[in-house]
């Protein structure tokens, strides 16, 4: 087949339109910034472009999910690494007049990579240089920048005081701008809550590049932040956290079980037990195929030293077999990164990048009524035998405590009273050429598709923080409408969808800030 001339000049000439079109906005952008930055000179050093040597690097440093570090990848026109909120401020006014998208990263720990991946033309904003953090001991207070991870923020905490802390996650290399924006629980949430319970103030760019601290943002945008995720109502420069008291020695604890264990009635009865018991005890367990053998690890934290706890475990939960050769007492941060750094080093908390990456899915449940024993002894072993369960693993978060005192209003996180706990399945893989992650997705999706008769219903819900795009997505046109974005929303934020979507019509009109799910205007 041939082509004439006149064909293939129109060809050249649509390419070259497209090309055109995407290169013309990226220049006005980068003529925008320098007009609106007070020191062109400083922010030259902070804006990479396609062609920039530290491009690259810098795109691929905190890319937590391997899924879209890929060719085929939508990538930022531009990265920019403010250093001030000044530089935020010019990068969203010139986005905003040259039709360009944004995405935000802090730790780049979006399980589906909305804070980095955009289909349209976007710039990343990316957090990696605000980090400052300001310890008052004396108050129990902290301001933190939202670049900061949760490793960097408890080494400072924890060079200020050994007893003191603040009710974080367990992996280190979380950035604190998206997950206290969506939630954020962990080892100390059954008795302190989540990280948003213990947010007292903010600093906020919105729409129009102002800076908004609680007062001038109002109560309304202020709850919103709080748990409505990243990436809707505008970029949060840094937040002003609660410190909450630890006693200088906690303890830890492991028991390993296999079927021929009973591992399948001590999972029944663990999930009877563990919501009940006292805020100052989580215990969590992990399901896992460790040496090709199915096993079960039940694991925790106790805020207080080994006795007391293993009289409380042998009155609350006796089958468990818990004794004190079991138990660790220590530091609490030491007890939470026990064997995972080299020589048990806490310098490495410092260090963003410090982890073994993985290609991975993530979906989550909410438990309300206690699982059937058969689950635990016959369909969970099933999908663990097969090929894609020797990478996987469930873990188990046992809610109560301090979680069924506060109203699911309070915060847009709904997921309070009423649930038992939260079920996470994780199924990862090291990066390979040849790898067809299809066949661990298609596992994923039907292992969790037999759990619908078990977890919550109407809505089934989840964890905002654990982005999963299987629920639905937005339509790509900027004008989702609240009962399309429902299918998904109310997942994640129950009745407080509404609110969230009033206050986005208040703050972001015209949707600026926005993703593949992100809050609808009214």
Known sequence: MEFTFPFVFAIFLVFSAASTAVVQPQQQFLRCLTA????SASISKLVHSRNSPSYSSILESSIQNLMFDTEATPKPLIIVTPTRASHIQ?????????GLQIRTRSGGHDFEGLSYVSQAPFVLI?????????????????WVQTGLTVGELYYKIYEKSKTLAFPAASCHSVGLGGYISGGGYGPFFRKYGLAVDNVIDAHVIDVNGRILDRKSMGEDMFWAIRGGAGGNFGIVLDWKLKLVPVPPTVTFFAVKKTLEENAAQLIHQWQLVSPKLPKDVISVVRVAVVNQTYQVSFTGMFLGKSDELVSLMQTSFPELGLVKQLCL???WIQGL???QFPNDSLEYLLNRTWAEKEVFKVKSDYVQEPIPESVFQQIWPKYFNEEEGKYANLLLVPYGGIMDEIPDTQTPFPHRPGNLYKIVYYIGRKQDKNL???????????????????????????????????????NGTGKTSFAEASVWGLGYYKNNFKRLAQVKTLVDPENFFRHEQSIPSL
Do not use: H
């Open 36 to 39: 609106q930055s007070n020191d």
């Open 90 to 98: 010019a990068a969203v006014k010139c986005s905003k007049s040259n």
């Open 126 to 142: 990316d957090l990696v240089n605000l980090r400052s953090v300001d310890i008052d001991v004396e108050n129990r207070v902290a």
């Open 329 to 331: 007492e220590t530091t």
């Open 337 to 339: 990164y026990r064997g």
């Open 436 to 474: 067809d992650f299809q066949n661990y997705t298609s596992w994923m999706k039907r292992f969790y598709d037999e759990m619908t008769p078990y977890v919550s219903k109407n809505p089934r819900e989840v964890y905002a923080n654990y982005r999963d795009l299987d629920l639905g997505t937005n």
